[in-house]
């Protein structure tokens, strides 16, 4: 008799979006005459652009022609998409060799299949708040998963713990809490990391939203990451591509370790072998369209797209400075995390928000022990509706 | 310190088509002058059809336009494309609710991280000669593997054997071999996996290709199918799209199983928990495109192209019934899986070939130890090259 995975018993439905889709359909019910502003979307809303739509439309082109149709591409990613990628690793000073970058279907998969490759008996160390597929892909497998805890005190970035851990999940700029990590403290990771031959499982899927040239794009700006740092970056923020999927991974070839056996295995061969065995590459078509965002023109062009959130970010970050609420992200990130004013909790927030004003944001504790009492705007929304919205807290909370 | 999954440590590389690659460069470098001829290909060749193209440029219109842009949509797939997947199991008198079926990327992904769902402590029966990846996936996990042996004798359609397993690899049209499961041999695997309330995964990928209507091209046309089977789907070879990347995965809801632990787990519920987390679903405009597959013009030219495939086929078979060759596949299947002649082994008959006549194909031995002594051809070449190497190899047989 088959026996299945009995650890998804121990996987937490997340209610999260789910409720907040509930109280919204709720409250439209009851007011159909209110326009609800929201501001709790993490997509993007912006379309593809033109850049990379004619490189999708060429494309299709190609693949409807005998001549140039393309059937089976490599697993890892065509190299034209792949020298790309390397080129802009190059601008922060990163270079990498052709075969440690991985093109994928999107950061999730990735951060979720990358799990494959270690043992289940890992200690998982995961700041809360978190994004929750960490979570719940090494509940999956049976983990040991020790929280740390990001806080107002540690300015949600917290720093090694004494203990020592084996897997470390860090993102930044950060989802939920739009924190970003300044090179010297990133460098302290590092350092943890190398010093416990630990592996760092870094989430850079917001990078493209950092102005401030001192902050690091790519955790391999810092001295010591290609010994222990896995990096995982996408499309889908940088590009508009959360419907489009395309994402890539970087697995250094320094990331080598013992085995109990004896031999040594390879991370980046072990990704390679997992890679070519149970994927088969993104469509080429979308590799085409990725390659366009690092055109002249390509880039030209994302960049307005990103100049436009970050306006709605800077109208929110305004806004909260004005009424002297506690905030961070927003700056170098499209998230900004807020604590609700008057000590209200996370769901309480939520729900005056959307009765009195029909503004709608995401309550800071669905991401985590550490969201109680927060809160969660994101800048992915329009321009007018992020103004109007901003406006109706202000006179709400002022 | 950071514990690698040591069973990796166990798999074997695969040398079969770099094996092959090597030798046919060697050969070209050597015989300047000589055209190849490559019939052991397991790729498409045609173009995607017209009505594929256009959904697709189309798509990506929509994602370029603000009113029409799409984000993140659901990671089990669309409904549109899930309702048109569904009208196409009506056809074959087989009823399935939306939320049974998931799209996906191909079936390979689907049929590497199905594992996810099982625990390691599974007996897996896999026939050989057998598709890599049903054994590869699950060294990788350590699950103990019996192999089943397809041969000669049993038209390289096995049985079930005398013990109980508990999860069941089929693959009918068979890759590499050809063979198809007719009706009454399925109901034995079905009626063998519901007595020991085992899971079988059954690889459809082929299914496209069977012209009888005799034979069943889902499992779920068997009585008792749906309780203990999940079927993988591909337009791959459907409809070109392996470079395109689009399938499916049927998981009905009666399958449902207890635990050690008490209470019971949904495969379904499981599979959708597994793809919600680890997986962000297909591009929007790889599922318009996969859509238009099911419209009437679309079936129409598939059927062009697959009609093209089927005659290259019989163009095979044809040639090694004239020469006296045993052989199976080839009528309902891409795939012709022959005896290589006057008791050669496959490496030294595709030395033969390749040496004698410059034509290309796929040793048996490759696919495991009961492909030994036999050799694969594929009808996915262009029709020219197919007459020419077939004539080639009956005047060097003959």
Known sequence: MVSVNENYLDMKESYLFSEIAKRVAAFAAGHPEKRILKLGIGDVTLPLVPKVTEALHQAVDEMGAQATFRGYGPEQGYDFLKEAIGNYYKKTGVSLELDEIFVSDGAKSDLGNITDLFSVNNT???????????????????????????????????????EPADIIYLCS?????????????????????????????????????????????????????????????SFSKTAGFTGTRCGYTVVPKALVYKTLRGPELSLNKMWLRRQTTKFNGVPYLVQKGAAAVFTEEGQKQIKESIAYYAQNAKIIAQTLDELGIYYIGGINSPYIWLRCPNRMKSWEFFDYLLNNISVV????????????????????????????????IKNLLA
Not at 130 to 153: C, E, G, H
Not at 195 to 218: G, K, M, V, W
Request: with cysteine.
């Open 124 to 162: 998982v160390l995961i700041p809360d708040p978190v994004y929750p597929v960490y979570v719940d892909t090494n509940i999956m497998n049976n983990r040991k998963i020790v929280f740390l805890s990001a806080n107002a005190q540690n300015d949600f970035l917290p720093l090694p713990p004494a």
């Open 173 to 233: 700029p950060n989802n939920p809490t739009g924190a970003v990590y300044p090179k010297e403290l990133l460098q302290k990771w590092v350092d943890y990391a190398n010093h416990n031959r630990a592996i760092i499982l870094f989430d850079a899927a917001y990078e493209c939203f950092i102005q401030s040239p001192d902050l690091p794009r790519s955790i391999y700006q810092i001295e010591g990451a290609k010994t222990c740092a896995i990096e995982f970056c």
């Open 361 to 392: 944001g995401t309550p800071g504790a669905g991401f985590g022990a550490n969201g109680e009492g927060f809160f969660r705007l994101t800048a992915f929304g329009n321009k007018e509706n992020t103004i109007e919205a901003m406006q109706l």
